[in-house]
């Protein structure tokens, strides 16, 4: 670690995720690789995480929070536990020099919706005053620094559904800039009501038949799903001054704008290949070092033969032809402002496993979409790096046009 | 909160004591702590909680509390002597 390049490296020392798969970043793994599919909640189109808050949190904070921080609270304490911080036990940083970047697209709706019952039926008199901030979209970057005291900048990043992986940018600029030794980052999001849902079905996003079917020529859209990733960053140096194990490294990320439209993607897919090019960049990774894709691949008509588009001018036809690339989308879900904090430690852990996931509920490959290399059964993966580097991309895109990438890797097991 | 005790008679002591104490435990205090001597603050209720008690303790009570009536309550105890009083069962 003498190479300053290499002691600025950001490296992952913990990582952890709730989702409908259920609680754990393990459970997450073994059950995407196995093809499970998280069953149908209480709408067709709605995947729920099996999680009880009362199991992890203790009472008053449990009726203090909206479930999307309670799912951000439960994901971070195994992501930090991991990183060697316990509860009662001296913290491995100074407190002040902790930074908490939690993404979410929508806010606490839940909290909100049942507050605005209150007000109809029984008066303003009856509103909560915990409304505001249960409902607050900082509300779990909030509760994560209080829980675990935590004084340096915590905020929320909000860019809809790409708002985890720009919460995981977002941090490792705050640790390349100085601002902070450990950075814990990740999105939450609980937003899965028979509201929410309507609306996203009269926008023509979501699934219609009640399946996510990512890449598939029948595909109709995505389900709701819901759920937190976190993952705490250092500098390379920093973890091993104190003798922190890296558990995979964020050596790129990028963002763009399509300055399009607020729902549909840009045409020709350009800002969104520019974000995984300009990533790729920042991690001195060429397109053919690349291991494999988590892609976005929300399942919409739109946005998968788009996103085809995009990584294949970024990456190259022959490059992504022969480049494994699944979405978890088709087990877990559409976790909008968690996704891209879920789906980079889904990433990670493919990368750790050596394993790929497969895309579930893809059956029939849609030609539409071009030569690639769609993942349908758990894949071994090798590197493609003389250095023996697993890498991994990650991408995620959010209404508004937001398009973002992260490069990922881990290095390779002999 | 804590739908116990809902009633559109006036509530006696026994049953504001049972009611103020279930609420409190809602709120994520002991039940061996709710004591009548606690301070709100060592039991860590805010004022946030305190709104939420006096909602309660009007909708679900039928005690004609208003939540400027908590303003100044520091124990537990002063919050049954406020809704004892309320209740007409001083």
């Keep these: 670690m003498s190479d300053p390049q290499r002691g600025r490296e950001v490296v992952v020392t913990g990582f952890g995720a709730v989702t409908p ?14 093809g499970d599919t998280a069953p149908a909640g209480s709408h067709p189109a709605v995947r729920h995480a099996d999680f009880t808050a009362g199991d992890h949190l203790p009472r008053n904070l449990v009726r203090r929070t909206d479930r999307f921080t309670q799912l951000a609270l439960v994901a971070a304490e195994e992501a930090l536990t991991r990183a060697g911080h316990r509860a009662g036990a001296p913290s491995p940083w100074l407190p002040e020099r902790v930074a908490c970047v939690i993404g979410c697209g929508l806010g606490g709706t839940a909290s909100f919706e049942a507050q605005r019952e209150v007000y109809e039926k029984e008066g303003a008199g009856f509103v909560s005053p915990l409304m505001i901030p249960q409902m607050m979209a900082n509300a779990a970057a909030a509760h994560l620094s209080m829980r675990h005291g935590f004084r340096g900048e915590s905020l929320c990043v909000a860019s809809a559904c790409s708002s985890g992986a720009q919460a995981v940018g977002t941090g490792m600029r705050l640790l390349a800039s100085g601002a902070a030794d450990a950075v814990v980052v990740g999105g939450a999001e609980a937003s899965s009501s028979d509201l929410v849902a309507a609306s996203f079905a009269n926008a023509g996003a979501l699934s219609p038949s009640g399946s996510s079917r990512p890449f598939d020529r ?37 963002a763009t704008s399509d300055a399009h439209h607020v729902t549909a993607p840009a045409p020709d897919g350009g800002p969104a290949a520019r974000a995984v090019t300009l990533a790729l960049r920042e991690a001195s990774v060429a397109p053919g070092e690349l291991a494999y894709v988590n892609a976005h691949g929300t399942g919409t008509a739109l946005n998968d033969r788009l ?57 029939h490959p849609d030609p539409a979409l ?26 995620s895109f959010g209404f508004g046009g937001h398009n973002a990438a992260l490069v990922l890797a881990v290095e390779g097991r002999s | 909160m804590s739908e116990t005790s809902a009633t559109s008679t006036t509530p006696d002591r026994a049953a504001i004591e049972q009611f103020i104490t279930d609420a409190l435990v809602e709120l994520g205090v002991d039940e061996g702590d709710v004591l009548p001597g606690a301070a709100l603050d060592d039991l ?42 309320k209740a007409g069962v001083e």
């Design chain 1, 21 to 34: 798969l259920g609680v754990g970043a393990g459970v997450l793994h073994e059950r995407a690789v196995a």
């Design chain 1, 370 to 395: 071009g030569p690639l290399d769609l993942v349908r059964a758990a894949r071994k993966l090798t590197t493609r790096a003389r250095t023996g580097v697993l890498y991994g991309l990650s991408t």
């Design chain 2, 44 to 85: 860590e209720i805010d004022s946030l909680d305190m709104v939420e008690l006096a909602q309660s303790v009007k909708r679900d009570l039928g005690v004609p509390v208003r939540t400027k009536d908590f303003d100044g309550i520091e124990t537990v105890g002063q919050i049954l002597e406020l809704c004892y009083r």
């Design chain 1, 307 to 363: 996103e085809c588009e995009a990584l294949r001018q970024a990456l190259g036809a022959d490059v992504l032809a022969e480049l494994p690339l699944s979405s978890g989308k088709g087990a877990l879900g559409h976790l909008f402002g968690a996704a891209g904090a879920v789906e980079a430690v889904a990433t990670l852990q493919a990368l750790r496993h050596g394993v790929a996931p497969p895309t579930a509920g893809l059956r």
């Design chain 1, 218 to 254: 029948d595909r109709d859209g995505f389900v709701i799903g819901e759920g937190a990733g976190i993952l705490v960053l250092e500098t390379a140096a920093g973890a091993a001054r104190r003798g922190a194990e890296a558990l995979g490294a964020v050596r790129g990320y990028a």
